[in-house]
């Protein structure tokens, strides 16, 4: 039996006049001759009713149009959700988001359950730590609370333990991304956007490029250690990233026997493989002495093709059994190439990170260009390999200063 038609308007709530002809705005649901009215948190006169049903609607009128219509089109989906429709259900299904909504706290753990669903444990954890410290900050504030003030006293919070401007940036970036899918679900008020141009800006800190010049790359490859130390597996594993286009921790664990061939690796990175299933990126990598010396040294000894090639994780092991194990190889790693870097004398700390940005930064330097950068760094598109060199180090800037005069 086909079910009778369930209506869903926003409407003017004339029943409950306000102050200065003023009428709540509501979304009224009708089904079988029955009506109910759900507040949006808008009010408005007739002229601004008539202004917002128009295609004349500008400034906050127009943001009013566009929250109320985002809230009747969910209004509406959640309505033919429901077979048989019931208010109840309906109230049921429609608020859960707004409860989902009402504090900080709870909208941050909404999401970060979301991302641990779909497996995106990376981003969860990140999440779960500016969700930490907002919430120390200011315990159970409701979502709807965070404003510019709020962002500015918390910038200072945080500044005043001693962390830095960039970490600010770290914390809010997260936050920022909260709110906007809360707004986008008309549970959060366009007007009260705290964030842009005169509200408050996110820092992004100081872009300061970790590279490697040249010669500290040989210093690296010829700085003598014991065999088959933790000091020369972590060396092995930095010159292999360094080689392998910048190959980080969790895609050389990653690796499989089906990615090697006599001369080259192929693989596709763990962090884009979910959001880019449709059209996979194939990072290829060419194979030389250096490479095959490594694997050599520190492959199994017998790989199948779906077998890994490293002894870093274990086909058995969970994604979140999995993560750790290569956090803790990735934290030998920067622990013992550390040591090499400042016996080495070297400024900066020697993590893989230098090692992806070193191989990035020299290949453009030899006078690669852009389009193969980004092909090598698996990049989707030109733009984000640019916003990679978007700075550059005092002594490139040196030497292009000095350029200008080297007649």
Same mark, same amino acid.
């Given at each position: 039996?086909?079910?009778?038609?369930?209506?869903?308007?926003?409407?003017?709530?004339?029943?409950?006049?306000?102050?200065?002809?003023?009428?709540?705005?509501?979304?009224?649901?009708?089904?079988?001759?029955?009506?109910?009215?759900?507040?949006?948190?808008? =009010?408005?006169?007739?002229?601004?009713?008539?202004?917002?049903?128009?295609?004349?609607?500008?400034?906050?009128?127009?943001?009013?149009?566009?929250?109320?219509?985002?809230?009747?089109?969910?209004?509406?989906?959640?309505?033919?959700?429901?077979?048989?429709?019931?208010?109840?259900?309906?109230?049921?299904?429609?608020?859960?988001?707004?409860?989902?909504?009402?504090?900080?706290?709870?909208?941050?753990?909404?999401?970060?359950?979301?991302?641990?669903?779909?497996?995106?444990?990376?981003?969860?954890?990140?999440?779960?730590?500016?969700?930490?410290?907002?919430?120390?900050?200011?315990?159970?504030?409701?979502?709807?609370?965070?404003?510019?003030?709020?962002?500015?006293?918390?910038?200072?919070?945080? *500044?005043?333990?001693?962390?830095?401007?960039?970490?600010?940036?770290?914390?809010?970036?997260?936050?920022?991304?909260?709110?906007?899918?809360?707004?986008?679900?008309?549970?959060?008020?366009?007007?009260?956007?705290?964030?842009?141009?005169?509200?408050?800006?996110?820092?992004?800190?100081?872009?300061?490029?970790?590279?490697?010049?040249?010669?500290?790359?040989?210093?690296?490859?010829?700085?003598?250690?014991?065999?088959?130390?933790?000091?020369?597996?972590?060396?092995?594993?930095?010159?292999?990233?360094?080689?392998?286009?910048?190959?980080?921790?969790?895609?050389? !664990?990653?690796?499989?026997?089906?990615? *090697? =061939?006599?001369?080259?690796?192929?693989?596709?990175?763990?962090?884009?493989?979910?959001?880019?299933?449709? =059209?996979?990126?194939?990072?290829?990598?060419?194979?030389?002495?250096?490479?095959?010396?490594?694997?050599?040294?520190?492959?199994?000894?017998?790989?199948?093709?779906? =077998?890994?090639?490293?002894?870093?994780?274990?086909?058995?092991?969970?994604?979140?059994?999995?993560?750790?194990?290569?956090?803790?190889?990735?934290?030998?790693?920067?622990?013992?190439?550390?040591?090499?870097?400042?016996?080495?004398?070297?400024?900066?700390?020697?993590?893989?990170?230098?090692?992806?940005?070193?191989? !990035?930064?020299?290949?453009?330097?030899?006078?690669?260009?852009?389009?193969?950068?980004?092909?090598?760094?698996?990049?989707?598109?030109?733009?984000?390999?640019?916003?990679?060199?978007?700075?550059?180090?005092?002594?490139?800037?040196?030497?292009?200063?000095?350029?200008?005069?080297?007649?």
């Amino acid at each position: 039996m086909k079910q009778e038609r369930v209506n869903v308007r926003i409407v003017p709530d004339t029943r409950r006049k306000k102050y200065e002809d003023r009428f709540p705005i509501k979304l009224r649901i009708t089904f079988k001759g029955e009506r109910k009215y759900y507040g949006t948190g808008y =009010d408005a006169n007739q002229e601004e009713w008539d202004k917002i049903n128009s295609a004349a609607a500008s400034g906050e009128l127009r943001k009013a149009k566009v929250e109320l219509g985002s809230i009747e089109k969910r209004a509406q989906k959640t309505v033919e959700s429901i077979s048989p429709f019931s208010f109840k259900q309906f109230e049921k299904e429609f608020f859960e988001q707004r409860i989902r909504y009402e504090s900080l706290k709870s909208a941050f753990d909404a999401y970060i359950d979301q991302l641990k669903t779909n497996e995106q444990w990376g981003t969860a954890t990140s999440y779960q730590t500016a969700c930490n410290a907002l919430h120390k900050f200011k315990p159970k504030i409701a979502l709807e609370d965070v404003d510019k003030e709020f962002l500015q006293k918390f910038e200072k919070w945080i *500044l005043e333990q001693g962390k830095s401007i960039t970490t600010v940036g770290i914390y809010l970036r997260p936050l920022r991304a909260i709110i906007n899918i809360a707004k986008d679900n008309g549970v959060f008020r366009p007007e009260n956007y705290p964030f842009g141009k005169r509200k408050y800006v996110i820092p992004t800190g100081k872009n300061i490029k970790k590279a490697l010049a040249i010669d500290q790359i040989r210093q690296i490859f010829d700085y003598k250690t014991e065999s088959g130390s933790p000091m020369e597996m972590a060396k092995s594993f930095w010159i292999f990233t360094y080689l392998c286009n910048g190959i980080n921790m969790m895609d050389i !664990a990653h690796l499989r026997g089906k990615d *090697l =061939d006599p001369r080259s690796i192929r693989f596709i990175r763990e962090k884009t493989k979910r959001t880019t299933k449709g =059209d996979p990126i194939v990072i290829t990598a060419s194979r030389n002495d250096y490479i095959d010396k490594i694997l050599s040294k520190w492959a199994k000894r017998r790989i199948l093709p779906d =077998d890994y090639v490293f002894d870093i994780i274990e086909l058995s092991d969970t994604v979140q059994v999995a993560r750790k194990k290569i956090q803790q190889f990735t934290k030998q790693v920067n622990k013992y190439m550390k040591r090499i870097g400042e016996d080495l004398g070297f400024e900066l700390s020697l993590t893989t990170y230098v090692a992806r940005h070193s191989f !990035a930064t020299i290949l453009l330097r030899s006078g690669a260009p852009m389009t193969f950068a980004s092909q090598s760094l698996g990049h989707s598109n030109v733009i984000t390999t640019q916003k990679y060199f978007a700075g550059f180090d005092a002594e490139s800037q040196e030497t292009f200063v000095k350029a200008l005069t080297d007649f």
